[in-house]
């Protein structure tokens, strides 16, 4: 391979390539971070209250099942 082919190979993959946007940062990210880590609310998926709510349903209705339910832990 010569040098001519390098050149026209190099000037291919440059045109085939897209050039790659801003990736500059615009702001300092560890405030922001600092203020997420000192929030300190618990939020709960209310799925795990339907699954909360099923586990004691079916433990008050079916007593036999805390065994299984216990093995599952």
Known sequence: MNHRDENEIRRLLKDS??????????????????????QTSLRVPWW??????????????FPGMIPALLYQL
């Open 17 to 38: 390539i897209a050039p790659l946007p801003d990736t500059e940062l615009h702001r300092d990210l560890w405030p922001s971070m600092l203020r997420r880590l000192d």
């Open 48 to 61: 795990d209250w339907v699954l909360l709510g099923a586990t004691v349903a079916v433990i008050a209705f």
